[in-house]
C-alpha cells in the first residue's frame, strides 16, 4: 500500500469512527443474513468499519423509474435500513481487497422495485434492434449502481441470491478494462489458470441450461442447473450469480464448481466455508 493509499484508508477509518453503522441496525443485519453472521467477530468489526465509511463516501437516491425509461429522484435518502444492507453487501466481497476497490463509482440509485432499462442489441450484420428489459439491479459503465430496494431486502438469506453482491462483482469485473468474467487478478492467479477453471464450468452451466429449456416448463421442477440459470447467460453473469453464491450459499457453490470456488477464495482471500458463526 503506498503512501496515498494508507492517507485514503486513514481517512475513511476516520469518517467511519466519527459516523459508525448504527449497532442495533447492525446487529439485526448481522442476525438476517447468513453471509455476515459466520464471519468472525473480527471480520464483522472490519466489515462495519468498511460499511460505515461505504455509507459517508457513496451518494444514495431514492429513484423513482418513469415510463420512458429515466428516473425521477425524491427529497428524501432511500431507507435507512436498504441503505445498510447494500453498504454491507456492497463491502464484504472487499473484505481483503480493500475499499480502493470500488472508487471508481460515487452514486447508488435505489428503486422501489423492479424496473425497466432500455437495451441495444446489435446481431453483429449492422442491425440494432431497441427493447426494454425488466431489471432488479444494473451497472452503468463508470457511473452509479442501481438496486430495487425490495430486491436488497430479499438478498443475503442464505439461498444464493445477493443483487448487491451481483453488481459489484460486475464492477470488480470492470476493473480489469472490460466487463467479461475476467477481473482484476492478483500476481498469484495467472489468467490461464483464471480459464482453466471458469471455461469448463460456465460450459457445463450453458449445458446444463439448455437442458432444462428444451425438456420445458412441465418437468422444470427436475432442473439441471447446479446454480440459478442466469449463470449461462454469459462469462460475464456467470462470474457474478458464482460470487453471490461463494458468500450466500458457498457449500452448493463448492459441490457444483469446485475449482470456481477455490479460485474465488484465492482471488477475494476469503473462505466462507471454513467461517463459523461469531457468538
Partial sequence: MNWFARWRDRRRRA???????????????????????????????????????????KTFLKAVPQPDGTFAYGDQPPAADICLAIAAFACLPV???????????????????????????????????????AVVGDMSDYGPLTFSA?????S?????????????????DAAAGAVDGVPELPAAISSAEWAAAFAPAYADAQTRF??????????????AALIDDYAAESPEEFLAVCAEYFFDDPATLQAAYPAVY?????????EPLSSQPAS
Fill in 95 to 133: 473484505l481483503r481487497l480493500g475499499l480502493d476497490s470500488l472508487r471508481s463509482w460515487r452514486t447508488v440509485i435505489v428503486t422501489p422495485g423492479e424496473y425497466s432499462l432500455r437495451r441495444l442489441d446489435d446481431d453483429g450484420s449492422g442491425v440494432v434492434a431497441e427493447y426494454d428489459e
Fill in 262 to 270: 477455490a479460485l474465488l477464495s484465492r482471488w477475494l482471500s476469503q
Fill in 150 to 154: 425490495e430486491d436488497v431486502a430479499l
Fill in 15 to 57: 469518517l467511519a469512527a466519527a459516523h459508525p453503522v448504527p449497532a442495533e441496525a447492525w446487529q439485526l443485519l448481522i442476525q438476517a443474513s447468513p453471509c455476515l453472521n459466520r464471519l468472525a467477530l473480527a471480520d464483522r468489526a472490519e466489515l462495519a468499519v468498511l460499511a460505515a465509511a461505504f455509507l459517508c463516501q
Fill in 156 to 172: 443475503g438469506r442464505g439461498d444464493g441470491y445477493n443483487v448487491v453482491i451481483h453488481e459489484v462483482t460486475h464492477r470488480l
Fill in 210 to 223: 439448455e437442458r432444462d429449456r428444451h425438456r420445458g416448463q412441465r418437468h422444470r421442477a427436475r432442473t
